[in-house]
């Protein structure tokens, strides 16, 4: 168990609709990252969170937005869903901001028909 | 563009039969390679950080090494239960503190 919590484990929803996935980072960490993890491109990095604010972004399409609040859980927000957004999205966090191990939650499994 | 390959793709071992998994990397101010196991449907579990070439480290039947262009994940006498997909990640500044990864490896280990 690496202490980062991911819910909801499996979600299932229509092309078109909007969902949230939750992520809390291990205590102490400040940093939470967003991936995503499809069969045809594996783990591609979408975001990154330091304490409340946004500090880099990789590869997110403008439908999805994220944000990290005061008690440093983070909500990644995804809509206009496509047949596309199917994957596993992962959450990790990590202590700050520096070339530091990052600790993956256990996933949440969209499913978009 | 920082990139990173593993190889290979698959490989099955009998149990006992040692073996190592390839991670090359092209990325201009490594500052740390990362060795991740994932099991199906499961979120990636820390192995190792390896920041300098010539760095070590050992955990259990498994053992990272690094040099200037890639890393070998050294598996010594595997059992069943080390089966899993191994992913090589890398950290540089032109990503930020992100971690790039590459496809992973899936092992299998058969009794």
């Known amino acids: 168990d690496s202490g980062v919590t991911q819910t909801p484990k499996h979600l299932i929803t229509a092309t078109g609709q909007r969902v949230t996935l939750r992520c809390s980072p291990r205590?102490?960490?400040?940093?939470v990252y967003w991936y995503q993890q499809s069969l045809d491109q594996g783990l591609q990095f979408l975001i990154q969170?330091?304490?409340?604010?946004?500090?880099a972004k990789g590869n997110i399409l403008e439908r999805f937005s994220a944000q990290q609040f005061p008690d440093l859980h983070s909500e990644l927000n995804l809509s206009s869903l496509e047949l596309g957004d199917s994957a596993l999205y992962f959450c990790?966090?990590?202590?700050?901001?520096?070339?530091?191990?990052?600790?993956f939650g256990p996933g949440t499994r969209l499913l978009v028909l | 563009e920082d990139q990173v390959t593993q190889s290979p793709e698959a490989l099955r071992l009998q149990e006992g039969e040692s073996s190592s998994l390839n991670c090359s990397y092209t990325?201009?101010?490594?500052?740390?390679l990362f060795w991740y196991r994932q099991d199906p449907g499961k979120g990636p579990e820390f192995l190792f950080t390896?920041?300098?070439a010539g760095e070590e480290k050992e955990k259990e039947r498994l053992k990272a090494t690094l040099t200037k262009k890639e890393s070998f994940l050294h598996i010594t006498a595997p059992k069943p239960e080390d089966s899993a997909t191994y992913l090589c990640?890398?950290?540089?500044?032109?990503?930020?503190?992100?971690?790039?990864f590459g496809k992973g490896t899936s092992l299998l280990v058969t009794p």
């Open positions: 990790a966090s990590s202590v700050g901001l520096a070339w530091e191990t990052q600790y």
């Open positions: 205590s102490g960490d400040l940093s």
């Open positions: 969170y330091y304490n409340g604010e946004e500090r």
């Open positions: 990325v201009s101010g490594l500052r740390g």
């Open positions: 390896l920041y300098s």
């Open positions: 990640a890398v950290q540089a500044p032109n990503s930020g503190y992100a971690l790039n």
